[in-house]
């Protein structure tokens, strides 16, 4: 199924992945019919060519920075009751669809933040311009980063520059960190890529990516839960999908990518629990038949349309209409 859509008015963020989302919707059992699922709403994009690629289809939105979603409603304000908005983190979707068990023919997630994010929400998200160091997705719950930069221990710091940022020079960066910390606090962006970037042995910078990317990276990911809402997101989904639905998973960097498809390799061999397998006393029974031996990855004209898909990839499974494991 071939689309050629018109993106509307403008965004700061263009869906990635977009042509391939609509060949696995159009290619299911269901097909372009009944309840959908954009867990990960943003400014709309996927969802606003979702309800004109497929009239049949009405979805329920999820997005937790309100002020995005403000964005989202304006554009999507033409669709009517074709679309209802959630303002909440995709994690407690369960809460919220506790009625619509085994309903749903669609679920779509594209993890990682918006272009919104970095480009107009002025909460720090990017060094390149000199904001207060908040990275907080819906703005106001929680620690923000600043908070993590100038409170946490220098082995806390540096465990999770390494584990979310994958940066080798995370004990380097932590350290220099904590000794501009006891002289004046980090407060800005500018501060702390200027930090990192002094950290980082200048032979070792790789060119036309900022030493700091990582780092910011790390905080983002720490400030938000992002994996912990991925991990639960994961174990909940297939719930609500009814035989022959298919959920899709756009991930941008190795740690989301290894959570979806661990979580779907498990259910794939009928295991909802958090045991090891040989511990596993699930049914045994498939839940989903996984519908990418490998992730799909952006195809030349995308790349050559948008910069951001380089790194985007997608992950597919299919529900399949084994039953609920009770108790569980």
Known sequence: MRHNPEFSG???HRPVLWREVLDFVSRSSIGGEGLMIDATLGEG???ELLLVAFPGISIIAFERDPDILDVARVRLKKFGERIQFINDNFSRMASYLAAKEGQV????FDFGISSFHYEKSGRGFAYSVDERLDMRLDGFSGHDAEHIVNTYREKELADLIYRYGE???SRRIAAAICREREKNPIRTTSALAELVLKAIPARFHVRNIHPATRVFQALRIEVNDELGSIRTAMK?????????GRMIAISFHSLEDRIVKDAFRRLARGCVCDSEMKHCRCLNEPFIKILTKKPVMAGMEELQENS??????????ERLSGGVPSGI
């Open 10 to 12: 403008d965004y700061a």
């Open 45 to 47: 994009g996927h969802s």
């Open 105 to 108: 023919g669609h679920m779509l």
């Open 167 to 169: 940066e080798r020079w």
């Open 236 to 244: 909940d989904f297939w719930r609500f999908m009814a035989p022959g």
């Open 308 to 317: 951001r898909s380089r790194s985007a990839k997608m992950r597919a499974c």
